[in-house]
């Protein structure tokens, strides 16, 4: 039996890129403040207890029936979360180091896109109607934010360049990828998941640049300030896109069987 198709994603634009640079920010944070100060739980037992709040709220995501802000935001930053201390364990307990954790985990993600394409679902992420679709960006975007963390590691430690100018090479390419939107026929999704990837990275930096102590580039304010500052403008950005979501989505028209893929264009980084 045929069903109406409901999109449980929101519309990729000014706020999604904002919400999503500020959660997976906070995500660095929170990880930090478990992991190593002032609780020093360790990467392997946080990144086993942020599995588990990963899995609770990807559970919720997956039953709920449509949109819903809270629900949604609270996946991606456990997946920031998670990934901060799956990267921080691979990188340094596992000894991969910078550039090798980064290497496996951009191949991963490669392999997840072309796995996602040849299943026939869509790449849209603006309507992705499915649950088969809905588990694929899930893992694409746990992926995406592990390498995010590797990647800003390697930058600004790995190549030496330093969290404040770490900050200023990603903002640098995310105006590139902003161009190329535009003035550019390269793929849509290309650009989706190159920016989607790169506002963790962009995030880890600028939070350590804040918090980390003077002595290693920062700004010495602490996990804890740090923390709850990113916390509070999370919650306002996400109340605020609560009470407007009837027009943070895309109305998807028309029966269409369950797995069925979308054939409508691809998404991209828009203003």
């Given at each position: 039996?045929?069903?109406?198709?409901?999109?449980?994603?929101?519309?990729?634009?000014?706020?999604?890129?904002?919400?999503?640079?500020?959660?997976?920010?906070?995500?660095?944070?929170?990880?930090?403040?478990?992991?190593?100060?002032?609780?020093?739980?360790?990467?392997?037992?946080?990144?086993?207890?942020?599995?588990?709040?990963?899995?609770?709220?990807?559970?919720?995501?997956?039953?709920?029936?449509?949109?819903?802000?809270?629900?949604?935001?609270?996946?991606?930053?456990?997946?920031?979360?998670?990934?901060?201390?799956?990267?921080?364990?691979?990188?340094?307990?596992?000894?991969?180091?910078?550039?090798?954790?980064?290497?496996?985990?951009?191949?991963?993600?490669?392999?997840?896109?072309?796995?996602?394409?040849?299943?026939?679902?869509?790449?849209?992420?603006?309507?992705?109607?499915?649950?088969?679709?809905?588990?694929?960006?899930?893992?694409?975007?746990?992926?995406?934010?592990?390498?995010?963390?590797?990647?800003?590691d390697f930058l600004s430690d790995g190549l030496g360049i330093g969290f404040r100018d770490s900050a200023l090479?990603?903002?640098?390419?995310?105006?590139?990828?902003?161009?190329?939107?535009?003035?550019?026929?390269?793929?849509?999704?290309?650009?989706?998941?190159?920016?989607?990837?790169?506002?963790?990275?962009?995030?880890?930096?600028?939070?350590?640049?804040?918090?980390?102590?003077?002595?290693?580039?920062?700004?010495?304010?602490?996990?804890?300030?740090?923390?709850?500052?990113?916390?509070?403008?999370?919650?306002?950005?996400?109340?605020?896109?609560?009470?407007?979501?009837?027009?943070?989505?895309?109305?998807?028209?028309?029966?269409?069987?369950?797995?069925?893929?979308?054939?409508?264009?691809?998404?991209?980084?828009?203003?």
């Amino acid at each position: 039996m045929s069903k109406v198709p409901v999109n449980k994603l929101p519309m990729v634009g000014v706020l999604f890129w904002t919400i999503k640079i500020v959660a997976t920010t906070l995500g660095e944070s929170v990880s930090n403040f478990v992991s190593m100060a002032p609780l020093n739980l360790g990467y392997a037992t946080s990144a086993l207890l942020f599995l588990a709040a990963f899995a609770l709220t990807l559970t919720m995501q997956l039953r709920t029936d449509r949109f819903r802000p809270v629900v949604f935001w609270s996946v991606i930053l456990t997946t920031s979360i998670v990934g901060t201390a799956m990267s921080d364990f691979m990188n340094r307990t596992a000894g991969l180091g910078y550039a090798g954790g980064a290497t496996v985990l951009t191949t991963l993600l490669v392999l997840v896109l072309i796995g996602w394409r040849a299943t026939g679902q869509t790449m849209d992420v603006e309507r992705i109607a499915t649950t088969k679709g809905e588990i694929l960006y899930w893992t694409a975007t746990l992926v995406s934010n592990t390498l995010g963390t590797s990647s800003g590691d390697f930058l600004s430690d790995g190549l030496g360049i330093g969290f404040r100018d770490s900050a200023l090479v990603l903002g640098g390419a995310m105006l590139l990828i902003l161009a190329a939107h535009y003035f550019s026929p390269i793929s849509g999704t290309v650009l989706f998941w190159a920016a989607y990837v790169l506002t963790r990275p962009l995030g880890a930096v600028a939070e350590n640049a804040v918090e980390k102590p003077v002595a290693q580039g920062g700004l010495g304010v602490g996990t804890t300030i740090t923390s709850g500052a990113l916390l509070a403008v999370l919650a306002i950005l996400v109340g605020y896109q609560q009470l407007t979501h009837q027009k943070q989505t895309v109305t998807l028209e028309g029966p269409r069987a369950e797995g069925q893929a979308d054939q409508q264009p691809e998404a991209a980084p828009r203003r």
